[in-house]
């Protein structure tokens, strides 16, 4: 027999409520996101300590960026259907037990070439996205879910911002001790490693993979979650067939791939354009990541509340709107000459960039709901596509503030393609029900 996962998911967010299977996945999803997240950028704040070492020229530390997401776009498809064949929990922690390997070999390093292969490597488990995403998803239920995408993924997102701000500390401690800088900077790249593998057990005792149990059990039972009917594969070409999906990469690129990219880029930019000491570059670019903290969870919860009134188009139109301003202010921070205007006006776009990134990822859940695993590969792995154009951008530009000038720009092109997202009357009626039945359910239980 089948199993509607829109069963028992639930329909409030209770913060402090560990019991509920519902809240146990939304914390320790965004724990692991915050782990992987940390590790995937922990080299890019001591890169001017690293390039220093290795003599590394721009072009080389452009590569370096352009590797550190290349992997994961091919892994983010791969992650998807896994996720709907084997459930998010078995996806999380082969992913955080495998992905630990690289982050450890990067502190092994003695040369530009096997630097920009472990830093290849560890790219991989920026696919903890997709596995944080379809977990909330299946947990969440059409009132909130948006808010609960949007909420793990920004407080994971605060990784990046909590290694730009703490790595450089970490390293002066270690530095304090009496150890070598060129050896110090190795010592401190072991940290995310050790806390990935802690989180990993974690994730195996607290955690299943839906309201109702774990895939495979409940399969022993003979019941068929609504993804697991197709093989993950059958899930990826259905959601491939659907235009939204592509246009939502896309938008993602926009957004969450240019994050990434800015996460690689901005320490060194500040230290290059500004004068900015080590730790204080550290400081001031941990501001994008730790934004995250709230300014994704706005989003979906914006993208909710424009729900309740104007549906699905609401969503879409919020979108446009988050992503048109991300691209404005960032022109305008690229244009910048003075420090205290660059922070300000980075601070601006930092909003808008996490605020786009959550309400993008509160409009996957309503895509195709029988294909969502594939749904948040392929808009996942758009995110890392972008930050990979970003880096080729890079390499082609003269300086950092022009390739951010032109990056802008496309950013607002990609945010205009977002208009010509559209739901059918029947899909906009299927949701809304969905949606009012999801709303009845949380009165019923207050």
């Known amino acids: 027999m089948s199993l509607n996962l829109s069963a028992k998911k639930a329909t409030s967010i209770k913060l402090f409520n560990f019991s509920a299977p519902a809240m146990r996945a939304f914390h320790m999803s965004w724990l692991a996101f915050f782990v992987c997240f940390f590790a995937w950028f922990a080299c890019a704040p001591l890169m001017p300590v690293i390039a220093g070492e290795f003599h590394l ?50 502190a092994t390093a003695q040369n530009y070439e096997s630097f920009l292969f472990f830093r290849f490597l560890i790219g991989a488990i920026g696919a903890s996205f997709v596995i944080t995403q379809y977990h909330t998803s299946v947990m969440f239920a059409s009132n909130v879910v948006g808010t609960a995408n949007a909420t793990a993924v920004g407080w994971g997102n605060a990784g990046g911002g909590t290694t730009q701000a703490l790595m450089p500390l970490v390293l002066a401690a270690i530095v304090m001790f009496g150890v070598e800088q060129s050896l110090g900077w190795r010592i401190a790249l072991l940290v995310p490693g050790f806390m990935m593998i802690g989180v990993a057990f974690l994730y195996w005792k607290f955690t299943q993979d839906s309201p109702q149990g774990n895939f495979k059990e409940l399969r022993a039972q003979g019941i068929d979650t609504d993804s697991g009917k197709k093989g993950g594969w059958a899930v990826m070409v259905q959601a491939s067939r659907n235009y939204r999906v592509w246009i939502l990469a896309g938008t993602y690129g926009a957004c969450f791939g240019v994050e990434i990219f800015m996460h690689n880029i901005l320490a060194m930019y500040y230290v290059e354009k500004f004068g900015f000491g080590l730790k204080e570059a550290g400081l001031t670019a941990g501001i994008l990541g730790l934004l995250a903290l709230f300014a994704r969870s706005l989003g979906g919860i914006l993208s909710d509340k424009v729900a309740l009134r104007k549906g699905l188009d609401g969503r879409t139109r919020l979108l446009f709107i988050m992503i048109l301003g991300e691209g404005l202010f960032l022109i305008l921070f690229s244009q910048m000459n003075v420090a205290h205007w660059a922070i300000l006006s980075m601070f601006v776009f930092a909003l808008f960039i996490n605020m786009a990134c959550g309400a993008t990822y509160a409009m996957v859940p309503f895509i195709d709901r029988e294909a969502l695993g594939g749904v948040s590969g392929i808009i996942g792995a758009g995110g890392n596509v972008g930050a990979v154009i970003a880096g080729f951008l890079l390499l082609s530009m003269t300086d950092i503030q022009s390739c951010l000038l032109v990056l802008g720009g496309f950013v607002i092109v990609a945010g205009c393609f977002v208009m010509l997202v559209r739901f059918s009357v029947e899909h906009k009626a299927k949701e809304q029900r969905l949606f009012e039945q999801a709303i009845l359910d949380r009165k019923n239980a207050a």
């Open 57 to 106: 020229t721009k072009d080389q530390i452009a590569n370096i960026s352009i590797a550190s997401v290349a992997v994961t776009i091919v892994v983010r498809l791969i992650v998807g259907p896994l996720c709907d064949k084997y459930g998010p929990r078995k996806a999380y922690i082969t992913l955080l037990l495998i992905g630990c390997i690289p982050v450890f070999g990067v």
